[in-house]
């Protein structure tokens, strides 16, 4: 049967730690001998279900440390590869955190290589095409954020782009100016989040100062309208996540979500799920519920899809881009 939400898609704004489920994380935990705070799984489950942004990253930190192994990252990228490919993602643009395993005495190579090899016989074994973007941790200095980009120079061949996550506010995109020249100048695409929890001026900044290519979240961007004129104009992707926006406070309830006003405003917009083992849903979960919540009809949805192909770090294939927006067209809803 095909589902609405299954429809072919490309997922553009997934943290491949958010995809760390209770179960896998136990196993792990066993496997390598690292003690978890829970009784069980279900205790785990539970605590999955914080009320807000510091108990979220408390637990987001706490459980990398069940993470130590090459095999490890392998097994994680292959599971969040094999959900996705059941709901309909066709191409998926993974990011990770390098800094967070650095930081636990995990060596880069270890993550990237890990990563890697799941991504890279993702296409034989799920049907999905992937991309590789490491992301800097904005809390920390510019520096750690430049040392970071510099280790990974060996491992450049499984790298696509750079990006900037963790907490926005008070870190504006223009502290990280040159380390996005030097990504710019290791061939490396851009991306940063901004405009999640940040102001609209951080939208700019990502675009004006990093030269991102794509925002992820930029949300806010809606309370300035000449900038919702400028993404429109040089049609900017968004990569929303609307889960993630609700159980971080950012909007109190998918109802008000603004993506079908960013969509009616003529926005570049796609919906993605962030960290979707914490925030309640993988893509086609997300998607399911964006179409209840807000009424998008079919047509809405394969706008969506073909914004994410349109948007995807695809233009060393465009054959393979051409040939997922013609799956979109022909994809029929029951
Ligand atoms: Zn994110």
Redesign the pocket.
Known sequence: MNLPENLPKAEL?L?IE?TLEPELAFALAARNGVDLPFADTHELREAYRFGDLQSFLDLYYALMAVLRTADDFTELADAYLARAAAQGVRHAEV?FDPQAHTARGVPVGTVVEGLARALERAEERHGVTTRLIMCFLRDLPAESAMETLESVRPYLRHITGVGL?SAEVGHPPAKFREVYEAAGAMGLRKVA?AG?EGPPAYVREALDVLGVERV??GLRAMEDPELVERLVRERVPLTL?PL?NVRLRAVDVLEDHPLRAMMDAGLMVTVNS??PAYFGGYVGETFHAVREALGLTPDDLRRLARNSFEAAFLDDDEALRARYLAEVDAYTFD
């Open positions: 704004h943290h958010g990011f996550d989040h999640e992820d979240h996540c993630s962030d960290d």
